[in-house]
């Protein structure tokens, strides 16, 4: 099966190159902006054609959710225009398409993890255009499933796990929130469960939805202690509200993801968060 992975210098697509040797029954096709432009029809449609993609797995995704408050038409090309692209072009080449989503389609006031069958309702610009995109790939994919993930890390790329190394190294005390709840989730895992599902994905599936992140739940500031108390870094940690922090976006209060139709439908385990994070920093060193 030959794979298109787009956006994959990001830390999803990056964590899918290096299990790409793993996976000998697939081919892959990995592009970021310079290689496809993937706000151009024709030239995906051309790529998908040429190269005789039968899966395209999008990481596509404009993911600077403070800068996208004042950039709305930035954040809508690549969250919702470039997802009706890929989803129309895989339609014409009749490949499946991947869409990778965002807990920030929820709200995030609620008291339970959330399901695929509960209603979105973003408040931030990055989350209604993360939306609108899922809408694009129900409406125009004809084989499709998307997947919400939640407070992705990795080694590769920007991330909250990185920040609070690199400014711990400088700073001897920072403040995090403690009252923003979801689930930290190894951009590895994620990959592999996708790698995972593809060949298992029935043949009918037209834009489906399903929930990933690694299992268990912490604050922010949670996933920060364990941060510190895994690298042995000596830094004082102080939990404090979102009010007290500044923030262009409002974060969801509480987000984390009820992830039992996934494991129900494609039957694979799911690591612990903190688990992953042991794994993934071991990685690092």
Known sequence: MNVLVTGSNGQLGSEIRGLA??????????TDKDELDVTNGEAVSRFLKKNSIACLINCVGYTAVDKAEGDRAGASLL???????????????????????????????????????????????????????EIEVIFNAKKALIIRTSWLYS?????????????????????????????PTYARDLARAILEIIPRVPQKMRG????????????????????????GINCTLVPVLSKDIQAAATRPHYSVLDKSRFKKDF??????????????MQKMR
Request: proline share 3%; with cysteine; charged share 25%.
């Open 267 to 280: 039957g694979l385990e799911i690591p612990h968060w903190r688990d992953s994070l042991v794994e993934c």
């Open 208 to 231: 489906e939805v399903y929930n990933f992140s690694n299992e268990g739940v912490a604050s922010w500031y949670d996933f920060a202690k364990a941060i510190l108390e895994i690298s």
């Open 79 to 133: 969250n919702t225009m470039a997802a009706r692209i890929l989803a129309e072009s895989t339609a014409k080449a009749g490949a499946m398409m991947v869409h990778v989503s965002t807990d920030y389609v929820f709200e995030g006031k609620g008291f339970r993890p959330y399901t695929e069958n509960d209603t979105a309702n973003p408040k931030t610009i990055y989350g209604k255009t993360k939306l609108e995109g």
């Open 155 to 183: 080694s590769h790329g920007n991330n909250f796990l990185k920040t609070i190394l690199e400014k711990c190294r400088t700073e001897q005390e920072l403040r995090v929130v403690y009252d923003q709840v979801g689930t």
């Open 21 to 30: 040797p793993e996976y000998a029954g697939f081919r892959f096709f990995f």
